[in-house]
Nanobody, 125 residues
């Protein structure tokens, strides 16, 4: 069982920055996926970024490349998403997610078994 607790959302103007945190609680093997997804009203949930700890590989959706950065504090089992140069289209509820299974694409939300409660990010123009 894994529990995820998110924090760090808020409201900013376009061009601003936010850092989201996701603290994971439970028993961890060496290799797993952790990622961030977002869902705007009326839209499908979208993969934003993810890391596979087995290889230290990170993945980003094209729309956030160069603006968002994943990092991980292994000692704290915490995943961070640094979001810079935020745009109004980044406005959404952001969810942290966790899965053990290596197979499958990083952005496939149905493969993630554990989810956080979500944190709202609102970017005004």
């Amino acid at each position: 069982q894994v529990q995820l607790v998110e924090s760090g959302g808020g409201s900013v103007q376009a061009g601003g920055s936010l850092r989201l945190s996701c603290a994971a609680f439970g028993y961890f093997y060496n290799s797993y996926w952790m990622g961030w997804f977002r869902q705007a009203p009326g839209k499908e949930r979208e993969g934003v970024a993810a890391i596979y700890t087995g290889a230290g590989s990170t993945y980003y959706v094209d729309s956030v490349k160069g603006r968002f950065t994943l990092s991980q504090d292994n000692a704290k089992n915490t995943l961070y998403l640094q979001m810079n140069n935020l745009k109004p289209e980044d406005t959404a509820m952001y969810y942290c997610a966790f899965r053990w299974a290596r197979r499958g694409n990083w952005y496939q939300s149905d493969l993630y078994k554990y989810w956080g409660q979500g944190t709202q990010v609102t970017v005004s123009s």
